[in-house]
């Protein structure tokens, strides 16, 4: 029996290839950072392309369409926070785990502000052309929470309680993002524990 090996790419292929992921990772940025400041629809993919600095065929030639950039940058960063909450909640149970939770979603909402704006705006919106794909891993990430939860609280239904604690670390994040900045990281992260603290 002959097994066919797959063939290795080569420099330049492989070179070629990192360009379009980088131009790709370019073009989502810019997006997550224009429709972060003045929405979907007021952001053109004439913008989108003058802020990643590429032209506005390479837009659609990586994406096919404004909302496909969209889609992809949501899907992309709620890949992100599936992984911090995943690395957070290692080795974690119960209480333990939610704490590292919220630690976790706030740290994200830091490092990642105009994506955490997005997200706060769409993930719980309706009838959009990629709620599918927001909808799915939104509910992977509150999972996280709940899989905590369920832990703490065996015999309680806790689907409700998950989406609750997901949204008050959100909006705390965002609270401290826009409005009270001067805040530390362990106060935002305190205020929300304080809130599970029954737990």
Do not use: C
Request: glycine residues 8%; charged residues 20%.
């Amino acid at each position: 029996m002959t097994t066919q090996s797959t063939p290795v790419p080569s420099r330049r292929e492989q070179a070629g290839a990192a360009r379009r992921a980088g131009t790709r990772q370019q073009i989502m940025d810019a997006a997550v950072r224009l429709i972060a400041d003045q929405g979907f629809t007021a952001t053109s993919v004439e913008d989108i392309a003058a802020a990643a600095g590429v032209a506005k065929g390479s837009v659609y030639y990586n994406f096919g369409s404004k909302s496909d950039v969209f889609e992809a940058a949501l899907a992309s960063g709620l890949e992100r926070l599936t992984r911090s909450l995943r690395d957070a909640r290692t080795g974690l149970a119960g209480k333990a785990a939610l704490d590292a939770l919220v630690g976790s979603v706030l740290q994200q909402v830091a490092a990642h502000p105009d994506f955490a704006k997005l997200l706060a705006a769409e993930v719980f919106r309706v009838g959009r052309e990629w709620q599918e794909t927001v909808g799915h891993i939104r509910a992977q990430v509150i999972e996280f929470y709940a899989q905590a939860l369920r832990e703490a609280l065996p015999d309680r239904d806790v689907s409700l309680l998950a989406a609750a604690a997901f949204g008050a670390t959100l909006v705390a994040g965002l609270e401290w993002l826009v409005f009270q900045p001067g805040r530390s990281f362990e106060e935002v992260r305190a205020a929300v524990l304080e809130l599970t603290a029954g737990i």
